[in-house]
């Protein structure tokens, strides 16, 4: 392979890239000024060299200066008796934006899959309970999944794994509310939602 | 207007057709044997013969044989305690269809618009008063309203109007529930969304 | 079943209408006066009688007065040595519409699909050949069917079958021009559009 | 600005990319193992250093051994009596992948605004006529630009600016065929792509 192929592979790799944008993304470069291209090359490898992933809620987050192995949100002030479990980084990222949670998050790093045997490989259930086990602030766990099979299921399965802890420790466990969310429209719903909406009104 | 250019406006009126599809629907008809024709026309007359609007719910429905004024829904048995307050026709099917409720149903004529003055002249809102009024079964209201600003504006609206009689006759008022709905990605979601889904956590 | 289910039925044929939106027809008819109702009904029946097929060109018309069994295309002046063979009636429609044919044409009343063993059947070919038959002012017939198998696989079809007399009558057989079409982007373009528009280059 | 955003940044100026896909790129780096990281930094790096711009046709190309300042297609055999001039780098490629022409290429490096003043300075057109004027072999020059206004425009253009030459050298100008196109539909056509398989029916 010449270093357009390759490139164009490893493109290939990006989220949400095909093979057509992955070569308009490598002819892209080509075009460009060779000061674009360094500049991109050494980011990226900064990038790597100053991001680490955090000892206690497992994101990824730029060291800085701090040297630190938490990340800000672990480290600072912040309401540390919540606990909210999401999937993945990027679901951290949505809710740190919105502004509406104060509180701490851990990383679980995948959903479980519904037919699956080897599930503790898959996510992080033991780092979690390990970290509940060592930290006597939380008092309650906010399970915050996506609103799918996956996600219900991965929600069961975590809530079985920390009963006894639970117990134990007298945390409380929680999921996230269910029911009409913005824009939905009464006319398409589907039972589920309806249900939920129904159930949960108030 | 020769008739192709009628019978297109007119179509061009039914729900979600534009001038396009109208005139398709024309020339589908002008293809389509003179019984087939017949029996559309036949059974638009008798459709609007046989259906009338439900004296108590104000929906439209098939009086059928029954020559009663209320239509099945009001006339049967079913939970008389519950009266759900909706937008129009097709959320009321949407709701029944899906068997998660076995209440009564108040169909309010549409939306309330946020600015607008004579709103008592675009929805029931006087109708559902002295529906009230008259019946003293009705132990709560559930306000169920598609969740955008317009579906919020009218929640709050009703909720104002009926303050009085709902005290006088001790009725607890209640809207759909609010948080995650089917399909909901975390890392896509609005911050309404979350902020609902965070305080109706359970 | 009942009016609405019947109605509901009906429309579902109309072109493009699924069962969700056939209903929402009917309720929508329910919901409107019964002058709407009356007027659409008497319209469907009147376009019945008032419209027929062109004895010439096989398309749907209105007769209005004329009485004449020749749609207005047929019978008015226009270049009678020009004969476009499409389709259906909505591309004669769609050609007529765009003001750049002053033309005759010929309704095939479908495309021949490839496997198939009664073409006949299927589409007016004897019906065109009689036409050929008995017009002596026709000096070109042009294939005007849509760029896809089908209408590649149609238009060979239509060749064959008319060898034979265009030989006889000296008629000269074209089919539509080939290459870019307005908003081909050269980037995108399929390999048989770029070896038409090549091939065709002028 | 931090790392990550000046990464996102980059990222946003990639073909096709918004705000939050790059910020999701830049996610998946630092998700990613650091040989990922690196082996994409020093291709990025190699590709630069290994591409060129070709000293005829001006399309980049990876000069590998051959330390020639021309580009395979410019230096291999082939019809060189044909000149292609596209707009960019990916025409070329597009059609140079479809197998269909075997001729030389000129990219023109831009299409011309219709309204702009100097329109020199956005295209190569200069270049074109040294090229022109330095080459005996040319016999045709195909104008291969996308179907739209300035597509258009950049064709008459060209072919004005290049009058004097063509003339004095013997070469003749063309443009690629216009009509249906794979997959346009009659009854859906524009005018203009009617108007073209009229006029160059065959």
Redesign the interface.
């Known amino acids: 392979m ?3 192929e ?2 164009t592979e ?1 493109f290939k ?4 890239i095909g093979e057509r ?1 992955a070569r ?8 460009k000024n ?1 000061a ?13 060299k ?2 680490s992933q955090c000892g206690e809620c497992f994101r ?1 987050f ?1 060291t ?1 200066k701090t040297k630190s192995n938490l990340c800000d949100i672990c480290s600072n002030s912040g309401d540390n008796s919540l606990l909210m479990v ?6 951290l ?3 740190q934006k ?4 104060n509180g701490k998050y851990f990383i679980l790093g995948g959903l479980v899959p519904i037919v699956e045997k080897n599930t503790k490989n898959r996510v992080r259930i033991e780092e979690l309970k390990n970290g509940l086990g060592a930290n006597d602030a939380i008092k309650e766990i ?1 399970l ?5 099979p996956q996600g219900d299921y991965t929600d069961q399965y975590v809530r079985e794994e920390l009963t006894e802890i639970v117990k134990k420790k007298n945390i409380k466990i ?29």
């Open positions: 010449n270093t357009i390759k490139l490893i790799e990006f989220p949400g944008q308009r993304f490598v002819y892209f470069l080509m075009f060779s674009y291209a360094e500049n991109l090359s050494k980011l990226i490898v900064e990038l790597k100053e991001s990824f730029l800085a999401v999937e993945k980084d990027s679901d990222e949505s809710v919105s502004g509406i949670y906010i915050a999944f996506s609103l799918n929680s999921s996230l509310g269910r029911g009409l969310s913005t824009g939905t429209e009464l006319e398409y719903s589907d039972n589920d939602t309806l249900k939920n909406a129904l159930k949960n009104r108030q």
